[in-house]
C-alpha cells in the first residue's frame, strides 16, 4: 500500500517546501513553478466546481424524491440553474463563444442584477434580525466583564449612526463626540485583541502547515494513522 500512503506524503513534502521557499528564494525558476502550480491549482478548481454541482442537485433529487418538508423548493434551484445556463449559452442569440457589447445588459445579465442581487440582500437582511436576537441574549449584564461589553457595545452602535451627531451636539457641544469614542474603543482595545487573536490564529495555522507537510497529520489522507 506504499503507492496509497508514501506517495503521496511525498508529493505533500515535497510541493509544501517548495510553496514554503518560494517566498524566500526571489529567482525566476521560483516565480514561475509558483505560476504553474497556481494554474494546478486552477484546473484543479474546475473539477471541483463539477464535483460540487453533482453534489448540489444530488441532495435536492433525494429530496424531491422522498418527498421532505420544502420539497417543492429544490425544483427552483434545477430551474433556475437550467435558466441561467440557457441565457449564458444563448447569449442573446450571440451565442456564449462572443462577447456581449459594452454597455449593453444581457437577459443573463439582467436576470443576475435584478433576481439573484435582490435575493441576496433579502437573505442577508434577514440575518440581521438573528444577529440583534443573538446580540440581546449575549449582552446580558450578568457581571462586570458583560457590562463592560454591553457598555462598550451600546457606545461603537450609537456611534455609527446619524442620531449620535445631534446628541453629540446637545450635550457636548460637538457632533463627533460619539463617534469619537466609538474609533478609541475599535482602534485601541479592540485592535489589540483583534492582533492577539489573529496571532494566536497564525501560529495555529504555521504549526498545523509543519504537522501536514511532514506527514504527521495525515487525516486529509482518509484517516488518522
Known amino acids: 500500500m506504499w503507492y496509497k500512503r508514501t506517495i503521496p506524503l511525498l508529493l505533500v513534502l515535497a510541493f509544501g517546501l517548495a510553496g514554503f521557499g518560494h517566498d524566500y528564494v526571489p529567482h525566476p525558476a521560483s516565480n514561475a513553478f509558483r505560476e504553474e502550480v497556481t494554474t494546478g491549482f486552477v484546473i484543479i478548481g474546475g473539477f471541483a466546481l463539477f464535483i460540487g454541482a453533482y453534489s448540489l442537485f444530488h441532495m435536492h433529487i433525494s429530496r424531491i424524491r422522498r418527498k421532505q418538508p420544502g420539497w417543492a423548493y429544490s425544483i427552483f434551484v434545477f430551474l433556475g440553474a437550467a435558466l441561467?445556463?440557457?441565457?449564458?449559452?444563448?447569449?442573446?442569440?450571440?451565442?456564449?463563444?462572443v462577447d456581449p457589447?459594452?454597455?449593453?445588459?444581457?437577459?443573463?445579465?439582467?436576470?443576475?442584477?435584478?433576481?439573484?442581487?435582490?435575493?441576496?440582500?433579502?437573505?442577508?437582511?434577514?440575518?440581521?434580525?438573528?444577529?440583534?436576537?443573538?446580540?440581546?441574549?449575549?449582552?446580558?449584564?450578568?457581571?462586570?466583564?458583560a457590562l463592560l461589553l454591553l457598555a462598550a457595545a451600546v457606545v461603537v452602535m450609537f456611534g455609527r449612526v446619524p442620531v449620535s451627531e445631534r446628541v453629540g451636539q446637545f450635550l457636548f457641544d460637538s457632533p463627533n463626540a460619539f463617534a469619537h469614542v466609538s474609533e478609541i474603543l475599535l482602534n485601541y482595545p479592540n485592535l489589540a485583541a483583534k492582533r492577539a487573536i489573529l496571532l494566536g490564529v497564525s501560529l495555529g495555522v504555521i504549526s498545523q502547515s509543519l504537522r501536514i507537510i511532514f506527514g504527521i497529520e495525515r487525516t486529509y489522507m482518509g484517516g488518522g494513522d
Open 84 to 97: 441561467m445556463v440557457c441565457l449564458g449559452l444563448w447569449n442573446d442569440g450571440d451565442w456564449m463563444f
Open 101 to 145: 457589447q459594452p454597455g449593453v445588459v444581457t437577459s443573463f445579465q439582467w436576470c443576475y442584477d435584478y433576481i439573484l442581487v435582490p435575493c441576496n440582500a433579502t437573505i442577508f437582511s434577514i440575518l440581521a434580525f438573528f444577529i440583534a436576537s443573538a446580540a440581546f441574549r449575549t449582552f446580558r449584564a450578568r457581571n462586570f466583564s
